[in-house]
């Protein structure tokens, strides 16, 4: 009984050792992480003049291009086909027409939105 005891202490004591050593790389990344880094990417990323970061706009592929350069400092892997940070998603977009409505009814309370 103590033999086996003082084997599942030691495989125990090694397997922790072995873990911790594997997760010092996350560590270090969590470590590195400063409310004033989080703050500097918020200010780009939510900047006014992204006007927004709408699909298809300037703002959106600035605010792409600004996270793909962040991920190359950090030499993340890519796992898009053409060796990018980026994947092709199609879109489609729509506005409303012009004096559309939207009724939002709950029990006996409406809610309407009308599009300009």
Not at 6 to 13: G, M, Q, V
Not at 78 to 83: H, V
């Amino acid at each position: 009984m103590k033999r086996s005891t003082i084997h599942i202490l030691l495989i125990l004591l090694f397997s922790n050792q072995s873990f911790s050593q594997s997760n010092n790389s996350y560590y270090n990344v969590f470590n590195s992480i400063s409310a004033s880094a989080i703050s500097n990417h918020l200010n780009v990323l939510a900047n006014d003049s992204l006007e927004g970061r709408a699909v298809g706009t300037m703002g959106a592929e600035i605010a792409a291009n600004y996270i793909s350069n962040f991920f190359s400092n950090l030499n993340l892997k890519r796992i898009s086909k053409d060796n990018s940070y980026f994947q092709n998603i199609p879109m489609h977009g729509s506005n409303p027409l012009s004096g559309s409505e939207l009724v939002f009814i709950l029990d006996k309370d409406t809610m309407n939105l009308v599009f300009c």
